[in-house]
């Protein structure tokens, strides 16, 4: 079989192979890699590109370490959905930049961000002041999330209809069924709040699968399917 002929048929069989396991893994790793992901990706990309050249390499044997490669990750999601401390651990927890206009400049050192690469990201954000940001955070998937405050934010339909009301950051309180202590922590409330919460409610808390509150108080619930399946 001519080289050249060899090459090109590796290569179609490994995009397959690779097209295949990248659907199993699901449209997350396309968007928001981790930095495990993010490091998986890279090396597999190095395999297939090395495995479709070298002739002298067992394609076999190649594919076999490419599968193993993307198990490892996909091995971690699924844990992660199961365990909200495994997910922390793995995916880190977002890392707050701006509190009422506030900049913090120890998470800024934390992440190895400079003051230019952040007003940067709010420009592209147009936003060009940082006391006009009422809250800002650097998730897990590199991306930061602004939320502008009140006064600086489009003018809604509820706007004309309601009295001010200052914008407060929500947090995660339930992840899962599970208790998010540290987001809890950060909107000011306790266990027992929170349990009083849900059983004026009459809801337990293994039946909740997301709950979010802000420092005022304001709970939403958003509970599992009726099945019950997780």
Same mark, same amino acid.
């Given at each position: 079989?001519?080289?050249?002929?060899?090459?090109?048929?590796?290569?179609?069989?490994?995009?397959?192979?690779?097209?295949?396991?990248?659907?199993?893994?699901?449209?997350?790793?396309?968007?928001?890699?981790? /930095?495990?992901?993010?490091?998986?990706?890279?090396?597999? =990309?190095?395999?297939? =590109?090395?495995?479709?050249?070298?002739?002298?390499?067992?394609?076999?044997?190649?594919?076999?370490?490419?599968?193993?490669? /993307?198990?490892?990750?996909?091995?971690?999601?699924?844990?992660?959905?199961?365990?909200?401390?495994?997910?922390?651990?793995?995916? =880190?927890?977002?890392?707050?930049?701006?509190?009422?206009?506030?900049?913090?400049?120890?998470?800024?050192?934390?992440?190895?961000?400079?003051?230019?690469?952040?007003?940067?990201?709010?420009?592209?954000?147009?936003? /060009?002041?940082?006391?006009?940001?009422?809250?800002?955070?650097?998730?897990?998937? =590199?991306?930061?999330?602004?939320?502008?405050?009140?006064?600086?934010?489009?003018?809604?339909?509820?706007?004309? /209809?309601?009295?001010?009301?200052?914008?407060?950051?929500?947090?995660?309180?339930?992840?899962?069924?599970?208790?998010?202590?540290?987001?809890?922590?950060?909107?000011?409330?306790?266990?027992?709040?929170?349990?009083?919460?849900?059983?004026?409610?009459?809801?337990?808390?293994?039946?909740?699968?997301?709950?979010?509150?802000?420092?005022?108080?304001?709970?939403?619930?958003?509970?599992?399917?009726?099945?019950?399946?997780?």
């Amino acid at each position: 079989m001519s080289e050249y002929l060899e090459v090109g048929l590796r290569s179609l069989f490994i995009l397959i192979a690779l097209f295949f396991i990248t659907k199993l893994l699901g449209k997350k790793q396309l968007s928001q890699l981790s /930095f495990f992901e993010y490091i998986t990706g890279i090396t597999v =990309g190095s395999i297939a =590109g090395t495995l479709s050249m070298d002739l002298e390499l067992n394609l076999m044997e190649g594919l076999m370490s490419i599968l193993l490669w /993307f198990s490892v990750p996909f091995i971690f999601s699924f844990i992660s959905l199961k365990s909200v401390k495994f997910r922390h651990f793995v995916e =880190g927890t977002p890392t707050v930049f701006i509190e009422d206009g506030n900049i913090i400049e120890e998470a800024l050192k934390r992440e190895k961000i400079s003051t230019d690469e952040l007003l940067e990201q709010l420009r592209k954000r147009n936003i /060009f002041r940082a006391s006009d940001v009422e809250y800002a955070s650097l998730d897990t998937n =590199g991306e930061l999330s602004v939320l502008p405050k009140k006064e600086k934010q489009p003018l809604l339909y509820e706007d004309f /209809f309601q009295h001010y009301v200052k914008v407060l950051p929500i947090q995660s309180v339930i992840n899962d069924g599970h208790i998010d202590t540290q987001g809890l922590r950060k909107v000011g409330f306790t266990e027992e709040w929170l349990f009083h919460q849900l059983e004026q409610r009459k809801i337990k808390l293994e039946n909740v699968f997301l709950a979010q509150a802000d420092p005022s108080g304001k709970l939403t619930i958003d509970l599992y399917d009726w099945n019950g399946t997780r």
